[in-house]
């Protein structure tokens, strides 16, 4: 006989003796286990009774015991109740394994392998990629998922006949990958053309708990906010809650020899555009001059009026055209200084090389209504300060809203190189905002100062505007107010005198008509000028 049956004939052996003995000493398996529940419910019955009642219940099961032993019969009619009693504990068969949770990758990667199907196979293909009945292992090649079992990483292939260089292709892929993954955070697309893959990555959040305060930078950087420690080399000391800690800022430069000297500033409304303006008004305030138009008229930068260094904060529109032609007239006397200066071989004056900023927020509410009016719009006013504020040393900021890039002139398209995107945007708002394609998705809902930034020609980077709100909104809370109060030069109504009311005049002022106004240079005080150009003490 040949060894495989003597093997076969051996193995069908025992594993009848098997059956035969399972048969056998069932019972005592089951009384097995109806003792060991029994021992069980004992033990921790022990455990739980006191320590002052342990003698009385020993004493008293002694007493059962002695009785059980003396009575004719005892002990056999107790192993009797014993074994019925154990025989009835353990009649439960052992229960059954629970079922493997089942895999969150093949869960979460399954889903996002079906969505991304329809996208990504072509019809023609007779070797699809992406197929109805085909395994995500094919297509992705690496992933990782985060504590809560959420995707933290992946990279995938997809098709070479997929039209990775459209925006609309790429957005319609970029949109089902967070759908999938996941809409309260931000994913990185990294499209990797020649290769035909693509790389996602879920960002942390950036710190929303650093308030306004003194950044380390030179004259003439301002801190726009922070990012990821790969948008930057440098890190800066920063307080967060009373402890210091490196951040990595968004640096922007500014000064005659900045390749982007002007700054603009879209958001969606109430993501903290009128904060990044008094963040950077703040930072300058030090060494420069400023100059605010408040277009939308909501008193939002009213902390600064008559603050030293602050010429002027307007919200009107006759207010505006008048600081923004004298903001020309300036520029132009600071050439003709500095053009004076070069040619004979003079010093230039302090008051000409003192940093002059132009901080307008939400201009084109002012440019409408200088449209129904007949009036020139403000920002056409601001050609001369930006096509020659470098060489004169005059600071261009715009802040406006997302919905309002149309209304914003082709001249300050043009010259402002340093942009800055807050709040959740659409790919082709992020586009048009920032002059480049954006790679970064934003969550559906963000915090109040989260956008993105690009200095020249610069990769768009992530960026958190500083808490910087407006320390006259009672609403604020009081820690934040505090923190902006702090950086305020002087003059401040809590802690000095209201200076004397001036006298009340006899007689209302007589208004000239426009036509009637003899031409002289715009003065915008009314006994004093409020714009002027100030030596430096």
Known sequence: MPLHRHLAKGREVARTAGDHATDMFAPLAVIG?????????????????????????????????IGIYLLPHGLLFALV??????????????????????DVAD??????????????????????????????????????FDGEGRLSRLELSYPAYFTDTEPTARARIEQVVQGKAGRAREYR????????????????????DVVAQR?????????????????????????????????????????????????????????GTSSLIRSIAL?????????????????????????PGVHTVETSLHGALAALTWAGQETERRLTALNAARHTGASVP??????????????????????????????????????????????????DDVEARDRITPTVHATTRARVLLGPARPEEGHAALGA?????????????????????????????????????EDAPARLREAVIALLPHRDSRTEAAPAAPPRPDRPPVVQSDAAAPSHPVDLGKTEPMIRSRPIS
């Not at 014993?82 to 009649?91: H, I, Y």
């Not at 697309?189 to 929303?208: G, H, K, Q």
């Not at 605010?292 to 600064?304: K, Y």
């Not at 790679?439 to 505007?465: E, F, H, K, M, S």
Request: charged share 20%.
């Open 107 to 144: 869960v979460k990667l399954g889903a996002l392998y079906s969505a991304l199907t329809p996208y990504l196979c072509g019809p023609e293909d007779a070797n699809p990629l992406y197929h109805f009945e085909g395994s995500y292992k094919n297509a992705f090649s690496s992933w990782e």
């Open 350 to 399: 302090e008051d000409v090389t003192r940093p002059l900023w132009l901080l307008l927020d939400h201009p084109t509410e002012l440019g409408e209504l200088a449209h129904a009016e007949g009036r020139p719009d403000p920002q056409d006013l601001l050609e001369l300060p930006l096509r020659h504020g470098r060489a004169a040393r005059v600071t261009v900021v715009i802040a």
């Open 283 to 307: 930072q300058a305030l030090p060494y420069a001059d400023l100059v605010v138009i408040d277009g939308a008229g909501t008193g939002e930068h009213a902390c600064l009026v008559n603050r």
């Open 81 to 102: 109740a014993l074994m019925a009693s154990s025989a009835w504990a353990g009649r439960a068969p052992k229960a059954a394994p629970a079922p493997p949770a089942p």
């Open 33 to 65: 286990r109806g003792l060991r529940h029994h021992a069980g419910w004992a033990r921790d019955h022990w455990r739980a009774t006191p320590k002052e009642r342990r003698g009385p219940t020993l004493f008293l099961s002694g007493a059962m015991l």
């Open 215 to 271: 950044f380390v930078a030179a004259p003439g950087e301002i801190v726009l906010g922070f990012t990821d420690e790969d948008g930057t080399a440098r890190t800066i000391p920063v307080t967060r809650g009373g402890i210091i800690t490196q951040q990595p800022p968004v640096v922007w430069r500014t000064g005659p020899r900045s390749s982007e000297p002007h700054l603009l500033a879209l958001g969606v409304a109430g993501y």
């Open 437 to 473: 394609p954006l790679d970064i998705v934003p969550a559906a809902q963000a915090p109040v100062g989260r956008g993105y930034a690009r200095i020249g020609n610069g990769t768009p980077v992530r960026l958190q505007v500083p808490a910087t709100v407006d320390p006259l909104d």
């Open 189 to 208: 697309f990294d499209w990797d053309e020649e290769s035909n893959r693509l790389r996602i990555t879920a960002l942390t959040p950036l710190p929303t």
